[in-house]
């Protein structure tokens, strides 16, 4: 980090503003400019809060020329990583697609829609247990006896799971569960992401509607920094002024993510799209740009789901889309070779 600092500065505030940082354990090189003192730190300047130091008197301006994530950042670990999930490889060349209903409803559904998803391709199974929703009327999950019929479900089909925690105070259901989701709306609750770092299982973490890509690093560093490293991100589209879809796929984040992390990076097109119809293009336009994995969403009956139906496929149609996106994956490698 560079500060730099007002000509003339006050010889106390300088004083006090050196020491302040020195007592957080930054080193200081200072130069003379031709018309300004410039100070070099450093160190571990991802404890500096930058704002602080810009609004002081005799700062000019601060420059970060590090990014503020270290655990995630692909400058102090070039190789990618890889995520195990219940013996299902993440990242690194393994590409994975994670599918199931948007709400677990019954366990005949789930059985239904796991031994589908699996027959057709995918390596995981989702469904959720604690739902979001946007309306306190709408359903709101079946909660534990929900994961229940996902561990059901995951011992009838042999998948390993994935399903969402909404507050740390729901981690007494999870202890089957192989892959912890963090919806879109918790990506900064803080408190939740702090707990998760303590627990010896991987995360799914999705980015907010509205937040950006290297908010969504520093969501995966506050879980790396508390010692849980299984960190995989979800692009699953963000707010726009275009309404035609739910949300707009960022499709660039992808490639931006995997320059700036070394950890995998998944596309959720169904949340993206909110159309059944558009999960296939968003599907592939993700494996070609580079994504290490899908999540979308499968029912065995749409038209009847209790949340998302007009997003989710049917089994039929997902095995159709997954014979789609295996075929396109060679030639996506290639070209992410390429870009690097
Ligand atoms: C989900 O995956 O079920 C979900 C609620 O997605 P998001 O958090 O991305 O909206
Ligand atoms: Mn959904």
């Known amino acids: 980090m560079i500060v730099v600092l007002k000509a003339n500065p006050d010889p106390e505030q300088l004083e006090n503003l050196t020491t302040w940082l020195t007592g957080q354990g930054i080193t200081i090189h200072s130069s003379l ?191 790396m920094a508390g010692g849980n490293e299984s960190v995989v991100l979800c692009e699953r589209g963000i707010r726009t002024f275009e309404t035609s879809t739910r949300n707009t796929l960022d499709i660039s984040a992808i490639p931006v993510l995997k320059k700036k992390t070394h950890l995998p990076v998944i596309v959720d097109p169904s949340h993206a799209a909110g159309m059944a119809e558009l999960v296939k293009p968003l599907a592939l336009a993700a494996t070609a740009a580079g994504a290490d994995g899908l999540m979308i969403e499968v029912h065995n009956d749409p038209q009847h789901a209790l949340c998302d139906g007009a997003q989710s496929l049917t089994p039929e149609r997902f095995a159709e889309v997954a014979k789609a996106i295996f075929a396109l994956r060679p030639f996506a490698m290639e070209s992410a070779e390429m870009s690097q």
């Not at 930058?50 to 970060?64: A, F």
């Not at 995520?83 to 490889?89: E, L, N, P, T």
């Not at 199974?125 to 929900?146: C, E, I």
């Open 33 to 223: 400019g031709v018309n300004n003192l410039v100070l070099g730190l450093v160190g571990d300047t991802s404890v500096i809060d930058m704002d602080l130091v810009k609004s002081l008197d005799i700062v000019e301006d601060v420059k970060r020329i590090r990014e503020p994530y270290k655990n995630a950042n692909r400058k102090f670990h070039p190789d990618d990583m890889i995520v195990d999930v219940g013996g299902v490889k993440i990242g690194g060349g393994h590409f994975v697609i994670i599918a199931g209903p948007c709400s677990i409803e019954t366990e005949a559904q789930m059985k239904e829609v796991a031994l589908g998803v699996r027959d057709g391709g995918a390596a995981l199974l989702r469904g959720g247990a604690f739902k979001p929703r946007t309306s306190p009327y709408a359903f709101q999950g079946l909660g534990g006896n929900g994961i229940d019929l996902l561990i059901k479900a995951k011992k009838a089909s042999g998948l390993p799971v994935v399903t969402e925690i909404m507050e740390i105070g729901q981690l007494k259901y999870f202890e089957e569960v192989d892959m912890i989701q963090v919806g879109a709306r918790n990506m900064q609750n803080f408190q939740l992401l702090k707990e998760l770092g303590r627990v010896d299982r991987p995360i799914l973490l999705k980015r907010g509607m509205a937040n950006t890509i290297d908010e969504l690093l520093m969501s995966a560093e506050y879980i």
